[in-house]
């Protein structure tokens, strides 16, 4: 009989121990936004022209987000626009890197991009000016996913 139930626990109890659940999910998605918001945060700041304020995201089999650099010194101007991530360790917090993903299985699946931020924190235009709102959809075991509202309200959304 204590067999029987040892048996019966170690079916149904040990998956749910070595499932990671939808939890990679939801700290991608708090990663993510923090980014956001720290880009967001430093266009609003710093307001000296030539300089990009934006996270690039890139989806599918090489899913990753991260700004291009954290170093905005005038002599690292051209940096600041980049199309790749920082990898420096300082910007580890910001970044999720295409292994890091690919081994916890979850992916970006919309709103790959680049998302840039003008002066008053709203998503910008190539010229700019304030945009539309964004969405990026990160697919693991559960679908979930960021929003960036058009007036730059940065938040979970389903």
């Known amino acids: ?4 139930l040892l048996g019966i626990l ?3 109890v040990a998956p749910r121990f070595q499932s990671t ?3 990679v999910e939801y700290t991608y998605q708090s990663r993510l936004i923090s980014s956001l918001r720290t880009m967001q945060q430093r266009a609003m700041n710093d ?3 030539g300089f ?4 690039n995201v890139f989806g599918g089999s090489n899913s990753s987000f991260g700004p291009p650099t954290l170093n905005y010194a005038n002599s690292n101007r051209a940096n600041t626009c980049a199309t790749t991530i920082d990898s420096s360790e ?3 917090y910001l970044v999720a890197n295409i292994d890091e993903m690919a081994a916890d299985n ?3 699946t919309d709103g790959a991009g680049t998302i840039s931020f003008n002066s008053m924190g709203c998503p910008a235009t190539a ?9 990026i959809e990160l697919r693991g075991e559960t679908t979930i996913a960021v929003c960036i509202e058009s007036q730059g309200y940065i938040h979970a959304c389903d």
Do not use: H, L, P, W
Not at 52 to 55: A, N, R
Not at 127 to 135: D, I, Q
């Open 10 to 12: 170690a079916v149904s």
């Open 52 to 55: 990009c304020f934006f996270v």
């Open 106 to 108: 979850v992916t970006i």
């Open 1 to 4: 009989m204590v067999m029987a």
């Open 21 to 23: 659940g939808s939890v």
């Open 90 to 92: 300082d910007a580890q």
């Open 127 to 135: 010229s700019g000016n304030c945009g539309s709102s964004k969405r």
């Open 47 to 49: 307001t000296r022209s």
